[in-house]
Protein backbone atom coordinates (compact mmCIF):
# COMPACT_ATOMS: atom_id res chain seq x y z
CA UNK A 1 0.00 0.00 0.00
CA UNK A 2 1.70 3.50 -1.03
CA UNK A 3 0.78 6.78 0.93
CA UNK A 4 1.03 9.84 0.03
CA UNK A 5 0.43 12.74 2.25
CA UNK A 6 -0.29 16.53 1.80
CA UNK A 7 -1.07 19.44 3.76
CA UNK A 8 1.01 20.55 6.89
CA UNK A 9 3.05 23.59 7.57
CA UNK A 10 3.10 26.32 10.61
CA UNK A 11 0.26 28.10 11.48
CA UNK A 12 -0.28 29.77 14.63
CA UNK A 13 -2.16 28.69 17.86
CA UNK A 14 -5.60 28.62 17.28
CA UNK A 15 -5.36 28.25 13.48
CA UNK A 16 -6.27 25.09 11.34
CA UNK A 17 -4.84 23.15 8.77
CA UNK A 18 -6.18 20.23 7.28
CA UNK A 19 -4.01 16.99 6.00
CA UNK A 20 -4.31 14.76 3.13
CA UNK A 21 -3.23 11.35 2.20
CA UNK A 22 -4.37 9.27 -0.90
CA UNK A 23 -3.67 5.51 -0.69
CA UNK A 24 -2.69 3.26 -3.60
CA UNK A 25 -5.94 0.93 -2.58
CA UNK A 26 -9.91 1.12 -1.74
CA UNK A 27 -10.26 2.15 1.81
CA UNK A 28 -12.50 -0.42 2.63
CA UNK A 29 -10.16 -2.91 1.77
CA UNK A 30 -8.04 -1.94 4.27
CA UNK A 31 -8.39 -3.07 7.73
CA UNK A 32 -7.55 1.06 9.38
CA UNK A 33 -6.19 4.13 7.89
CA UNK A 34 -5.65 7.21 9.68
CA UNK A 35 -2.93 9.43 11.33
CA UNK A 36 -0.26 9.12 13.79
CA UNK A 37 2.19 11.91 15.05
CA UNK A 38 5.52 11.56 16.46
CA UNK A 39 6.86 14.96 18.59
CA UNK A 40 10.81 15.21 19.65
CA UNK A 41 11.76 12.94 22.56
CA UNK A 42 8.42 11.42 21.92
CA UNK A 43 7.05 8.04 20.46
CA UNK A 44 4.54 7.74 17.81
CA UNK A 45 1.41 7.77 19.22
CA UNK A 46 -2.16 7.88 17.25
CA UNK A 47 -3.87 10.98 16.82
CA UNK A 48 -7.24 9.71 14.74
CA UNK A 49 -8.04 5.82 12.77
CA UNK A 50 -11.21 5.39 10.45
CA UNK A 51 -11.96 1.36 11.11
CA UNK A 52 -13.79 0.74 7.60
CA UNK A 53 -15.18 -2.95 8.87
CA UNK A 54 -17.27 -0.84 11.07
CA UNK A 55 -17.30 2.33 9.88
CA UNK A 56 -16.17 3.72 12.94
CA UNK A 57 -13.66 6.29 13.97
CA UNK A 58 -11.23 6.39 17.36
CA UNK A 59 -9.70 9.57 18.24
CA UNK A 60 -7.34 10.51 20.97
CA UNK A 61 -8.80 11.98 23.90
CA UNK A 62 -5.96 15.50 23.19
CA UNK A 63 -7.50 16.02 20.07
CA UNK A 64 -11.19 14.85 20.29
CA UNK A 65 -13.38 18.08 19.44
CA UNK A 66 -11.16 19.67 17.38
CA UNK A 67 -9.71 17.37 15.24
CA UNK A 68 -12.13 15.37 12.27
CA UNK A 69 -10.93 12.55 9.90
CA UNK A 70 -13.05 12.35 6.53
CA UNK A 71 -12.99 10.57 3.84
CA UNK A 72 -13.14 10.33 -0.08
CA UNK A 73 -13.91 6.80 -0.56
CA UNK A 74 -13.76 7.46 -5.04
CA UNK A 75 -10.03 9.18 -4.49
CA UNK A 76 -8.79 6.84 -1.87
CA UNK A 77 -8.19 9.59 0.22
CA UNK A 78 -8.41 10.78 3.81
CA UNK A 79 -8.29 14.15 5.45
CA UNK A 80 -7.36 15.28 9.06
CA UNK A 81 -9.50 18.86 9.50
CA UNK A 82 -7.16 20.05 12.36
CA UNK A 83 -8.88 23.25 14.29
CA UNK A 84 -8.32 25.15 17.11
CA UNK A 85 -4.45 24.09 16.88
CA UNK A 86 -2.12 24.37 20.25
CA UNK A 87 1.81 24.64 20.27
CA UNK A 88 1.46 20.90 21.71
CA UNK A 89 0.19 19.72 18.13
CA UNK A 90 3.54 20.07 16.90
CA UNK A 91 5.35 17.05 15.56
CA UNK A 92 5.72 15.36 12.41
CA UNK A 93 2.29 13.81 11.11
CA UNK A 94 2.22 10.39 9.42
CA UNK A 95 -0.28 8.99 7.27
CA UNK A 96 -1.23 4.97 8.36
CA UNK A 97 -2.70 2.05 6.74
CA UNK A 98 -3.14 -1.51 7.94
CA UNK A 99 -3.83 -3.89 4.77
CA UNK A 100 -3.92 -7.96 5.60
CA UNK A 101 -1.93 -7.25 9.08
CA UNK A 102 0.97 -5.13 8.09
CA UNK A 103 0.85 -1.15 8.34
CA UNK A 104 2.07 0.96 6.15
CA UNK A 105 3.37 4.62 6.49
CA UNK A 106 3.46 7.79 4.73
CA UNK A 107 6.63 10.10 4.41
CA UNK A 108 5.60 12.20 7.44
CA UNK A 109 4.77 16.18 7.28
CA UNK A 110 5.96 18.57 9.45
CA UNK A 111 3.13 20.73 11.73
CA UNK A 112 4.37 23.92 13.12
CA UNK A 113 2.11 25.46 15.70
CA UNK A 114 3.75 28.59 17.13
CA UNK A 115 2.45 29.98 20.20
Known amino acids: VQLVESGGGLVQAGGSLRLSCAASRNIFSLNTMGWYRQAPGNERELVARFIPSISNTNYADSVKGRFTLSRDIAKNTVYLQMNSLKPEDTAVYYC?????????WGQGTQVTVSS
Open 96 to 104: QANYIWSDY
